[in-house]
């Protein structure tokens, strides 16, 4: 191993797993791919203290996903800290939404953004920031 082990430098791949989280992670992929989007998008959360792995889990876990059932899975990564107001969230959130599912679909995904704009209405049933979504998802649907 050359990988320098400390607390803010996270394993990527399963080789530098020192803490046997590699199973689990694996486990985890697996149970999420089966879960399907038939009832919903599944949704999971990981939990710990700072330094306790959960970063190492999570680059496992897209690893999996990516080697193992990239024709089954689209993986847009998103983080909501590198925003400062609700609005730059929705709005960063969304459009990348739109690119991911976009590049990864292609001509089978359609105009992802036509169907932003159409299903924008839904957005305003999510409680604080739905009509701000809603407005945000047909500007977008507008836009791309």
Do not use: C
């Amino acid at each position: 191993m050359s990988r320098d082990i400390d607390l803010g430098n996270p394993a990527v791949h399963p080789d530098e797993d020192e803490f046997n989280r590699w199973p689990f992670s694996r486990a985890l992929a697996d149970r999420v791919v089966a879960l399907g989007s038939t009832e919903g998008a599944p949704v999971v959360g990981l939990y710990g203290k700072w330094g306790y792995g959960k970063s190492s889990v999570l680059n496992f876990i897209k690893h999996h996903l990516e080697q193992e059932h990239a024709g089954k899975v689209v993986l847009f990564e998103f983080n909501p800290w590198f925003f400062t107001s609700q609005e730059e969230l929705l709005a960063a959130f969304f459009a990348g939404l739109a690119a991911r599912l976009e590049q990864s679909l292609g001509s089978v995904g359609g105009d992802v953004g036509g169907l932003l704009k159409k299903y924008s209405g839904l957005f305003g049933l999510i409680p604080v920031v739905g009509s701000g979504a809603s407005k945000l998802a047909e500007q977008l649907g507008n836009e791309l």
